[in-house]
């Protein structure tokens, strides 16, 4: 697997990155590290083009730093490791890195809990998010202080697509702990007719033939997890179904299968991805089968 970690030196990215460290994996892993220098454009006298040049020196010093420490949080670990400076747009250079690179997973780390950091989730998480050619995990902060991976609440949305099938099939890579519990849950939304002729619709039938393929699908992810709950929800909205379900569950990460990154994808993406990103307490994790 390759995972390319993004880094601007702050605490997020720190936690983000230590979060990732902390995951036992099956198989060697290559880490790139990846630190952007936003570019700036000054033209005139010799002492702005000068003051510029001081900037660059600067700010490439800090994100040799922030790389360093984040190395070090890999120490023993099985994984090769490399540190990229770039200098450019940040989101660009993030993702086009990791799709020069081809790698499986991006992550970058979010502002924070609140309702307006949330909404604020950050111009470089969600450009990230959205234009990533590959898996993107946005780690909130608090999820690895004073825990351990044993213990951890994962969710994963699933609707029976190829999307979020490749979501449980791409969490299978690591090696979670024995006390890491897996919530499989799946929204049904109650049959609507506008037809003038009387319908008879059997909804509990309807839900307990859902609730059996879910508990299929259960079984199998049981042979990677072994605490594992299925569970299908009545739901009006998605995607605040599943943001009340992570809360109630008190989830740490929510992980839901993404369409791709074309135009038309990332667009669409808006209805529930995007969604769960801007509202949800919790980490991301937006599952996206890698493109060309």
């Given at each position: 697997?390759?995972?390319?970690?993004?880094?601007?030196?702050?605490?997020?990215?720190?936690?983000?990155?230590?979060?990732?460290?902390?995951?036992?994996?099956?198989?060697r892993i290559d880490v790139?590290?990846?630190?952007?220098?936003?570019?700036?454009?000054?033209?005139?006298?010799?002492?702005?083009?000068?003051?510029?040049?001081?900037?660059?020196?600067?700010?490439?010093?800090?994100?040799?730093?922030?790389?360093?420490?984040?190395?070090?949080?890999?120490?023993?670990?099985?994984?090769?490791?490399?540190?990229?400076?770039?200098?450019?747009?940040?989101?660009?250079?993030?993702?086009?890195?990791?799709?020069?690179?081809?790698?499986?997973?991006?992550?970058?780390?979010?502002?924070?809990?609140?309702?307006?950091?949330?909404?604020?989730?950050?111009?470089?998480?969600?450009?990230?998010?959205?234009?990533?050619?590959?898996?993107?995990?946005?780690?909130?902060?608090?999820?690895?202080?004073?825990?351990?991976?044993?213990?951890?609440?994962?969710?994963?949305?699933?609707?029976?697509?190829?999307?979020?099938?490749?979501?449980?099939?791409?969490?299978?890579?690591?090696?979670?702990?024995?006390?890491?519990?897996?919530?499989?849950?799946?929204?049904?939304?109650?049959?609507?007719?506008?037809?003038?002729?009387?319908?008879?619709?059997?909804?509990?039938?309807?839900?307990?033939?859902?609730?059996?393929?879910?508990?299929?699908?259960?079984?199998?992810?049981?042979?990677?997890?072994?605490?594992?709950?299925s569970e299908v929800i009545?739901?009006?909205?998605?995607?605040d179904s599943l943001v009340?379900?992570?809360?109630?569950?008190?989830?740490?990460?929510?992980?839901?299968?993404?369409?791709?990154?074309?135009?038309?994808?990332?667009?669409?993406?808006?209805?529930?991805?995007?969604?769960?990103?801007?509202?949800?307490?919790?980490?991301?994790?937006?599952?996206?089968?890698?493109?060309?």
């Amino acid at each position: 697997m390759k995972i390319l970690i993004a880094t601007d030196g702050s605490k997020f990215a720190d936690e983000a990155a230590a979060f990732v460290a902390r995951l036992p994996h099956r198989e060697r892993i290559d880490v790139t590290i990846v630190a952007v220098t936003p570019s700036i454009e000054i033209f005139g006298n010799p002492e702005m083009v000068g003051w510029k040049q001081r900037y660059y020196e600067e700010e490439k010093k800090k994100a040799v730093h922030s790389c360093e420490r984040i190395e070090r949080l890999f120490m023993g670990a099985n994984v090769t490791i490399e540190s990229v400076i770039l200098t450019g747009h940040v989101g660009t250079e993030i993702t086009r890195e990791a799709k020069e690179r081809k790698c499986d997973l991006v992550v970058v780390g979010a502002l924070g809990h609140s309702t307006l950091e949330r909404m604020m989730v950050g111009s470089v998480s969600d450009f990230v998010a959205t234009h990533a050619a590959c898996s993107v995990l946005i780690v909130r902060p608090g999820i690895v202080r004073d825990r351990t991976h044993h213990d951890l609440n994962l969710c994963v949305a699933y609707d029976n697509s190829e999307p979020s099938k490749f979501a449980l099939k791409q969490l299978e890579i690591f090696q979670w702990g024995p006390q890491t519990h897996l919530d499989i849950v799946s929204g049904f939304a109650s049959p609507l007719s506008y037809s003038d002729i009387p319908m008879q619709i059997d909804i509990r039938e309807i839900q307990k033939g859902l609730e059996a393929n879910l508990e299929t699908v259960a079984q199998e992810a049981r042979k990677t997890f072994p605490r594992v709950n299925s569970e299908v929800i009545q739901v009006l909205n998605v995607g605040d179904s599943l943001v009340d379900y992570t809360r109630e569950k008190q989830s740490d990460v929510i992980v839901v299968g993404d369409t791709g990154n074309g135009l038309i994808a990332r667009f669409l993406m808006g209805s529930v991805s995007r969604y769960v990103l801007r509202h949800a307490e919790c980490s991301v994790w937006i599952a996206r089968k890698p493109t060309e």
